[in-house]
């Protein structure tokens, strides 16, 4: 299963590279530095040039940096999409130090902020699970229950598309029995 309608809004989960999808705004599993990384805040930074840095920049010199949990929004650069939403991820540290609960805050920051810019798309990556070691099954499962319980909390969203882009396959997979046991 690849989709799901959820009150106004429609859940999508692929396969494939963040940086190209023509949504309104992408997330990028940044770091507190907000000074760009590897992953997909690399991957984010090449493919979108120098003005995302510029203006997390300015959100450094502002606030200093973003805290684990929270989301900042700039430009996309040249990316197709029109934002880029910054969320900083939990490292996975045993689990016992609020992983969890920061990881849903990632997603529920990023959805606020989108909601807060009136965006209708937005696409997230599998935050925390890369560098960051979050395990997989338990990150899928806080994505989507995180996702569900703001479109109950919110059936005002602007937002009309959530897309899960899932880089390997085993995520996607993950997503994929995720969906089908919420049962929605
Ligand atoms: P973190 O530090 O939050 O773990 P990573 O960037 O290391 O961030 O990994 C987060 C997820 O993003 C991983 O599942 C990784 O496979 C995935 N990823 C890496 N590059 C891309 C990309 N271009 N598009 C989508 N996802 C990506």
Avoid at 50 to 56: D, G, H, K, Q, W
Avoid at 79 to 107: D, F, M, R
């Amino acid at each position: 299963m690849n989709d799901i309608q959820m009150g106004q809004t429609h859940i999508v989960l692929l396969q494939g590279d963040i940086t190209v999808q023509h949504v309104d705004a992408i997330v990028n599993a940044a770091n507190s530095s907000l000074l760009g990384g590897g992953g997909v805040d690399g991957a984010i930074h090449r493919a979108g040039g120098s003005a995302i840095l510029e203006e997390c920049q300015q959100i450094r010199n502002r606030q200093g940096g973003c805290p684990t949990g929270e989301a900042v929004i700039t430009t996309a650069g040249r990316l197709p999409a029109k934002h880029v939403i910054h969320t900083v991820g939990p490292v996975w540290n045993g689990g016992s130090n609020h992983e969890q609960q920061l990881l849903a805050q990632c997603y529920s920051h990023s959805l606020q902020l989108a909601d807060e810019h009136q965006l209708t798309s937005i696409a997230f990556p599998n935050i925390s699970t890369g560098i960051y070691h979050f395990p997989k099954k338990e990150a899928a499962t806080i994505a989507l229950n995180t996702v569900k319980e703001y479109i109950e909390q919110h059936p005002a969203t602007s937002l009309k598309q959530i897309m899960f882009v899932c880089y390997d396959a085993d995520n996607l997979s993950l997503y994929q029995q995720q969906l089908q046991a919420m049962n929605v």
